[in-house]
């Protein structure tokens, strides 16, 4: 099913790119805020004050987060936070893919294109743990059609691949490790 308010930016593959140095963090997580408001106001699902709270702190870095250190942030809010609080939080805002859950992690990244249905491939940094987002058509129908050969239904491909950032790899060659 297609979402209505998908865009129409098939040909847009970057979702998130590694952030820049010195780049405005706070216009990420205000745009992101902004997009789930948007969003969830035109689905009709609510996007509650924790369930904001919990989309505030994911974007808090371009780094995943996992779910005990959301538990330990929206305690330090109100010690009444419990452990259920966070994971209905969690289910909601992938099931309205604002957030990824990256497996290989075990920890959620926020989505820098929630508008638009998408599987997402992830460019891991084993240096900083940043993570950029891709969503390339063509990679996803060659796995389809490979998956099918085998006479194998794919039913959700993420991928995670795990690298060095641009940031990263520039700090690994001045310490002459570079590969
Ligand atoms: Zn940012
Ligand atoms: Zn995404
Ligand atoms: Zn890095």
Same mark, same amino acid.
């Given at each position: 099913?297609?979402? +209505?308010?998908?865009?129409?930016c098939?040909d #847009?593959t970057?979702?998130?790119?590694? +952030?820049?140095?010195?780049?405005?963090?706070?216009? =990420? *997580?205000? #745009? /992101?805020?902004?997009?789930?408001?948007?969003? !969830?106001?035109?689905?009709?699902r609510?996007?509650?004050?924790l369930?904001?709270? $919990?989309?505030?702190? *994911?974007?808090?870095?371009? #780094?995943p %987060?996992?779910a005990?250190?959301?538990? &330990?942030?929206? #305690? /330090?809010?109100?010690?009444?936070a419990?452990? +259920?609080?966070?994971?209905? @939080?969690l289910?909601?805002?992938?099931?309205e893919?604002? $957030?990824?859950?990256? @497996?290989?992690?075990?920890?959620? $990244?926020? =989505?820098?294109? +929630?508008?638009?249905?998408?599987?997402g491939?992830f460019? *891991? !940094?084993r240096? !900083?743990?940043?993570? @950029?987002?891709?969503?390339d058509?063509d990679i996803e129908?060659?796995?389809?059609?490979?998956?099918?050969?085998?006479g194998? &239904?794919? $039913?959700?491909?993420?991928?995670?691949?795990?690298?060095? !950032?641009?940031? =990263?790899?520039?700090?690994?060659?001045?310490a002459? %490790?570079?590969r």
């Amino acid at each position: 099913m297609r979402d +209505p308010l998908d865009n129409d930016c098939a040909d #847009q593959t970057v979702v998130s790119p590694f +952030p820049g140095e010195g780049h405005d963090h706070q216009q =990420c *997580i205000d #745009q /992101a805020l902004a997009e789930a408001e948007r969003l !969830c106001a035109a689905r009709g699902r609510r996007l509650t004050p924790l369930r904001r709270r $919990v989309l505030e702190l *994911i974007w808090d870095s371009h #780094q995943p %987060v996992k779910a005990y250190d959301l538990l &330990a942030r929206l #305690q /330090a809010d109100s010690a009444s936070a419990a452990p +259920p609080t966070v994971y209905r @939080a969690l289910d909601f805002l992938m099931a309205e893919r604002l $957030v990824h859950r990256l @497996a290989s992690m075990n920890a959620y $990244v926020g =989505c820098g294109h +929630p508008g638009h249905r998408h599987t997402g491939q992830f460019l *891991i !940094c084993r240096g !900083c743990r940043a993570v @950029a987002e891709m969503d390339d058509p063509d990679i996803e129908s060659l796995l389809d059609s490979r998956a099918r050969d085998l006479g194998f &239904a794919l $039913v959700d491909q993420t991928i995670e691949l795990e690298g060095l !950032c641009p940031r =990263c790899r520039r700090e690994h060659s001045a310490a002459g %490790v570079a590969r």
